[in-house]
């Protein structure tokens, strides 16, 4: 699998994690109109892509949130829509978000069956707090020959308070790690170390091969909650 890929897999799925709270506003700007942007880089820094997020909807708990991916020169790659549930006590997001859309581009003509658990985030975070993990299994049908694939966030663990500055801005976060499994054929383990700070949720994110050598880090480069 292309790194390029990877980083922007992983940019989504932390994207996507950094959820939860009561009044469902603590770790993610859950309030209509809400704007948000993750810039990912290589391990040179050198910009790879870029996620502008907007929340449109917000209707009995249910947030609808708009995403638009773009390569490096600022092109758009692909449009998407994904939906976060917040019952008070819990965040959760739909298992079919943790897929890059881009990738659905590819297979948009074949057959699809998709199965998972969804990512979970309690409203409320503790230092060595362990949380639930969550997968995403997919079967294409390749006219006559079945791919299978699947992404498993795994080991998902709460590890400190640490400050962080990005473009955006400085933040007080929680500093996070987990990892995530990829099988296509070829399985593929990668380290995820993220930070999110409330009110904002996704602040960075640091992914790193099974030797524990950088590949590529993502960054909240703007938010406006407006």
């Known amino acids: 699998m292309k790194t390029k890929t990877v980083i922007l897999i992983c940019s989504l799925l932390i994207s996507f994690s950094a959820i939860s709270q009561n009044g469902c506003n603590t770790y993610y700007p859950f ?31 249910v947030a609808t949130i708009n995403t638009i991916i773009s390569d490096e ?18 965040v959760s997001i739909d298992f079919k978000s943790l897929m890059n859309p881009d990738l659905f581009k590819q ?4 057959e699809i069956d998709m199965s998972g658990t969804n ?24 006219g006559g020959m079945k791919m299978n694939m699947s992404i498993d966030m795994i080991n998902r663990m ?18 996070l790690s987990y990892n995530t499994e990829m099988k296509m054929g070829l399985k593929s383990t990668f380290k995820i170390k993220e930070w999110i700070a409330e009110g904002v949720g996704l602040v960075k994110n640091e992914t790193y091969n099974k030797n524990d050598k950088l590949i590529g ?10």
């Open 31 to 61: 309030k209509e109109g809400a704007q948000f942007e993750i810039t990912s880089f290589n391990k040179k820094g050198k910009k790879e892509s870029v996620v502008n997020y907007e929340v449109t909807e917000i209707n009995d708990g």
């Open 73 to 90: 020169k600022g092109k758009e790659i692909t449009t998407a829509n994904y939906q976060v549930t917040c019952d008070g006590n819990t």
């Open 107 to 110: 297979y948009k003509d074949m």
């Open 119 to 142: 990512l979970e985030f309690p409203n409320h975070l503790e230092i060595r707090q362990a949380l639930k993990d969550a997968s995403l299994k997919m079967a294409i049908n390749m």
């Open 158 to 175: 709460v590890n400190a308070k640490e400050s962080i500055t990005t473009a955006a801005g400085t933040f007080d976060c929680f500093a």
């Open 217 to 226: 880090y993502s960054e909240l480069t703007r938010i406006s909650n407006n």
